[in-house]
């Protein structure tokens, strides 16, 4: 029994002098999982100025680098949990994905309209949540933080956060602005599960509150960039 305590012992002053050591050589402790939310919210503008957004409306383009193809794009949001997004491609028509009321549907040009249900509407509400951004606790259950990593070429801090539905996703905070620089889970489609990563860049600052302007959606080996070029607040609402 003493040859243990004292071999834990070891073990804890050489954990200890480990730490001190790191943060000797300007490795800061890691944040917690409720400290890397704080630093983006308040990095996005402070939760006061993001809860006083009522509705948005962003414009801008989408990008299929890959396959040469570029589109418009129009994306409408209110409280407490209406979304709707529109994209325009020249030749292939308009798709429009939306839920309002717990509703959600599609509008394919391919395959026409239909409803989003089961697993993929509950990942939608996950997504559409209009205060997403503040990880509320009414969405998300858990932020845990994992570890020191590198996300698009930035220094980040890792988390794995759960939401209250169950569903899981890890995301990245840039380790010098705070900012939310991306996330890796899986989306519910037609063809089932499918690993997502997207890739959050160029923040702005539009009103009081800073947002991502471009957008890069990584799943089946393929990208869609979505670039917003500009943003109105509390201004529009999206069609039922």
């Known amino acids: 029994m003493v040859t243990r305590t004292r071999r834990t012992l070891t073990i804890a002053l050489l954990a200890m002098l480990a730490v001190t050591t790191l943060t000797a050589h300007g490795q800061a402790p890691v944040p917690s999982g409720a400290e890397l939310v704080a630093r983006h919210v308040v990095a996005i503008g402070g939760e006061t100025a993001w809860r006083a957004v009522t509705s948005s409306r962003a414009i801008g383009t989408v990008e299929l680098p890959a396959q040469n193809i570029r589109g418009t794009l129009e994306m409408l949001s209110a409280r407490p949990g209406r979304s709707v997004l529109r994209i325009n ?55 845990v933080t994992v570890g020191r990593v590198e996300f698009d070429g930035r220094p980040a801090f890792k988390a794995a956060v759960t939401y209250v539905t169950g569903q899981t996703q890890d995301e990245f905070f840039d380790a010098d602005t705070g900012l939310l620089i991306g996330t890796e889970g899986t989306s519910d489609t037609p063809m089932g599960k499918v690993p997502m990563k997207v890739t959050l860049r160029d923040y702005k600052t539009f009103g009081t509150v800073k947002l991502p302007t471009r957008v890069i959606q990584s799943a089946l080996a393929a990208e869609q960039h979505f670039v917003i070029e500009n943003v109105e607040l509390n201004t529009a609402k999206p069609e039922a």
């Open 89 to 143: 491609i020249a030749g292939l028509g308009r798709t429009e994905v939306g839920i309002s009321d717990g509703i959600g549907w599609m509008i394919d040009p391919m395959v026409g309209p239909s409803l989003v249900t089961g697993a993929a509407l509950v990942q939608m509400k996950n997504d559409t949540h209009f205060d997403a951004a503040l990880h509320p606790p009414d969405l998300i259950a858990s932020v």
